[in-house]
């Protein structure tokens, strides 16, 4: 069992290591780009193709429900038939794909009440416009250059919702919607949330073009167009709730059955419609869910939900947050100075929208002697292209009433990162730790600086004024990314896949709350034989740590789901977190020009190929911890086992403890098989105590596949790739003093 005392130095350093194998090409693992077509009917099949890479031997598709099932048709192009049960809820869950290098990386797959087909090939002009009928859904992928054309037909006074999907979806696709007439006049264009909604002036069929914004096209541009009689939620209020029991929510669209004018339009002009329901009546899935979220709303509990409408259609997904024991009030307008404040009881949670457009919003929170509070602000991280302003000003209250206001404070975007370019949690909504010196009350005014000429009533936000609660949240990342490597920005597509002998390295984030700044102890659940979390313990006030997994022999083949779990002491009650698993969604070539986009996923998925062994595998030999005096010298006995042709020379460095950054690499020659690592502890002034190091290398050589479908594959591949051995222990100790000289 091994204790972390690694500092951010040795992380950036080990992610700079890493970020350089894979800009030389890591070793073959299963990575998918796109899964088409990507949606089913519930209670059909359809044939399904996997597209990405280091996809041999294809084995079988993995879904996060166990009633959406696959049968292996094809396995050179990778085709599947996919069975949705029906009793599978509509909904949006993640599949992976296995083969002999192991378990990929998660896609999304819809399944849904509309009938599905697939966009014909040849739909890329109005004349071969392809038919899209009622209530049904059509896949689609984007031609470079060029538009999808689709016609629909509609009788006078018919009313038409066509939606078009592609990021919640995880394309890259950023599309762009056009309705028409028949002659090519154009009637309508999508909304923010790729809608269109029309009512026919007169018998006729319509045209819809798709395409890509900039017209890119290819496998990862895909899209889902709906043609749908069903309700549409434009957004709720509020969107963060008490209690999924007990609590009520409005939700605001489009064809909601019973509902009634919600006396205001939306962006795209159409009158919005309005339904009070309980959140018990609708139908719930898991994230994602088929929603666009910012990673910073990972620290929102919640859930995805749908209306169901009539004739089992349903409604398009939401998201609902919840915070338990909060009382929820809605702002009620007129609030728009700070003598007309609205009295909000606290702890309490008041959800308004920036609406109409420069709306300004006040509130008056009452506040308690030497009580310490949190302000929250949530905007964007509910979805919301927004970014709030916020003015808070604290105002004590004598017993005679006088009033004592400090000074006003200004709030802006929050820039705490401690996922790094991967996982990025940065947003512009805003959280303030504050005291009371005296009973009364906290003002707040709050505006959006992006609705300035935009009457938009789906700006929704949510203030929340709480007591002090101490917490912490984790995020289990499976890809490192190096911040500052110069000659190499790339993120790729990674599932968690080990050979035997394999150390892989995995980021654990920790997203602190409260006043929490303690120590919290790494482990992981449901770890096949053979294979290790080696013990990590997150030091106090840290944000983010590198975990290690490692295969060792005897190890066996795994496929399954691990969680990560976080333990910690917050006053005197252990208090215990599963991390949420993410993924990221596109490989990025160079993070400084290219967006990158990550989401929570369902499950941490782990393969593990016993089969397959890691091709330079470097231990330590002797007993462990290796201990040295300060002021002198360690020797670290390595043995280097070599698999397949990897016979060049190779070059060791060490990456863990700060002081040895600038000691040289040990050369470990062709054919050798052993080595001594030797530190001068007093040359680089290693002080006493426990340390955590690795020696990393890159490492040239042939890959040889692993047997293909049950069947020994000749099939080899050059490789240039980055190397971890595990982790090694070392222990300065105090030395001994010299004895002190007998007086005579």
């Known amino acids: 069992m091994i204790h972390f005392s690694s500092s951010r130095l040795f992380c950036v350093g080990l992610f700079l290591c890493f970020e350089l194998g894979q800009a030389l090409g890591q070793l073959p693992t299963a ?210 709730v008490p209690s999924f029991s007990e609590s009520e929510i409005t939700l605001f669209g489009r064809n909601l059955p019973g509902s009634k004018p919600a006396g205001f339009k939306a962006v795209d002009g159409q009158s919005l419609e309005q339904l009070s329901v309980k959140i018990s009546e609708l139908t719930q899935a898991g994230q994602p869910g088929g929603v666009v979220l910012p990673p910073a709303a990972i620290v929102l509990d919640g859930g995805v939900f749908r209306l169901p409408g009539n004739s089992s259609v349903e409604s398009n997904p939401f998201f609902v947050g919840l915070r338990p024991g909060n009382l929820l009030t809605v702002e009620q307008g007129s609030n728009n100075a700070a003598d007309r404040a609205q009295i909000i009881p606290a702890p309490g949670l008041v959800a308004g929208s920036f609406y109409p457009a420069r709306d300004v919003d006040c509130f008056r929170f009452p506040i308690k002697k030497n009580e310490v509070y949190w302000l929250e602000v949530f905007s964007q991280r509910l979805g919301c292209g927004t970014n709030p302003y916020v003015t808070a000003q604290l105002v004590g209250v004598s017993e005679d009433g006088k009033e004592s206001p400090e000074a006003v404070k200004e709030f802006y975007d929050s820039k705490d990162n401690p996922g790094g370019r991967g996982f990025n949690v940065t947003n512009r909504d805003i959280s303030w730790r504050f005291q009371s010196k005296d009973d009364g009350h906290c003002r707040v005014m709050l505006r959006d600086l992006f609705n ?17 609660h101490p917490g912490f949240r984790l995020v289990v990342h499976p890809q490192t990314v190096a911040g500052v490597w110069k000659k190499n920005k790339i993120i790729e597509l990674t599932g968690t896949h080990l050979r035997k002998g394999t150390t892989l390295p995995v980021q654990i984030i920790v997203l602190r709350e409260g006043s929490f700044s303690g120590p919290i102890t790494i482990t992981a659940e449901g770890l096949p034989r053979g294979v290790e979390l080696h013990h990590c313990r997150v030091k106090a006030s840290e944000k983010a740590i590198t975990a290690f997994l490692t295969a060792s022999e005897p190890v066996v083949s795994f496929i399954g789901n691990v969680r990560f779990v976080g333990k910690a002491m917050i006053g005197d009650r252990e208090v ?169």
């Open 31 to 240: 990575h998918i780009t796109a899964v088409f077509p990507l949606g089913c009917q519930i209670g059909e099949e359809a044939e399904v193709q996997v597209h990405g890479g280091d996809l041999e031997g294809a084995a079988e598709l993995r879904f996060s429900h166990p009633g959406i099932t696959a049968e292996l048709t094809n396995a050179d192009e990778r085709k599947f038939k996919v069975r949705v049960a029906v009793d599978v809820p509509s909904g949006v869950y993640e599949v992976r794909f296995v083969g002999a290098l192991g378990l990929s990386n998660s896609r999304l797959f819809a399944v849904g009440t509309l009938d599905e087909s697939r966009s014909p090939s040849g739909n890329t002009s109005i004349k071969t416009a392809a038919a899209l009928g009622a209530d049904s859904v059509v896949n689609g992928v984007s031609v470079t250059r060029q538009s999808s054309w689709f016609q629909v037909g509609a009788k006078k006074g018919q009313r038409l919702l066509l939606r078009v999907s592609a990021k919640s979806l995880d394309s890259r696709m950023s599309p762009v919607m056009l309705l028409r007439s028949g002659a090519g006049e154009r009637l309508a264009r999508a909304n923010a949330d790729g809608l269109i909604d029309f009512t026919a002036p007169a018998n006729g069929n319509f045209l819809i073009q798709v395409h890509d914004t900039i017209f890119r096209g290819g496998t990862e541009y895909f899209f889902r167009l709906e043609n749908s009689s069903g309700p549409h939620v434009d957004f709720i209020s509020p969107a963060i």
């Open 576 to 744: 215990e977190q599963v991390a949420w698993p993410t993924a990221t969604i596109h490989r990025v070539g160079d993070y400084d020009k290219e967006a990158v986009f990550s989401r929570v996923a369902k499950e941490c998925g782990l393969s593990i190929n016993a089969e397959d062994a890691e091709p330079i595998q470097v231990t330590t030999e002797g007993d462990v911890p290796f201990t040295g005096l300060a002021g002198g010298k360690v020797k670290i006995p390595l043995k280097v086992k070599r698999t397949g042709e990897y016979n060049e020379s190779i070059k060791l460095k060490v990456f863990g403890i700060s002081q040895l950054d600038k000691l040289g690499e040990l050369e470990v020659k062709k054919g050798q098989g052993d080595a001594l690592l030797e530190i001068d502890l007093a040359k680089f002034k290693v002080p006493v105590g426990r340390y955590t190091f690795h020696l990393a290398s890159t490492v040239k050589g042939k890959y040889q596949y692993p047997p293909l479908n049950g069947k020994k594959s000749e099939k080899k591949k050059d490789v240039t790739y980055q190397m971890f051995s595990p982790p090694i222990v070392l222990e300065v100790a105090s030395a001994p003093k010299p004895p002190e000289k007998t007086v005579k």
């Open 452 to 468: 300035q000429s935009t009457d938009d009533p789906s700006r929704g936000y949510v203030v929340a004024l709480r007591r002090e």
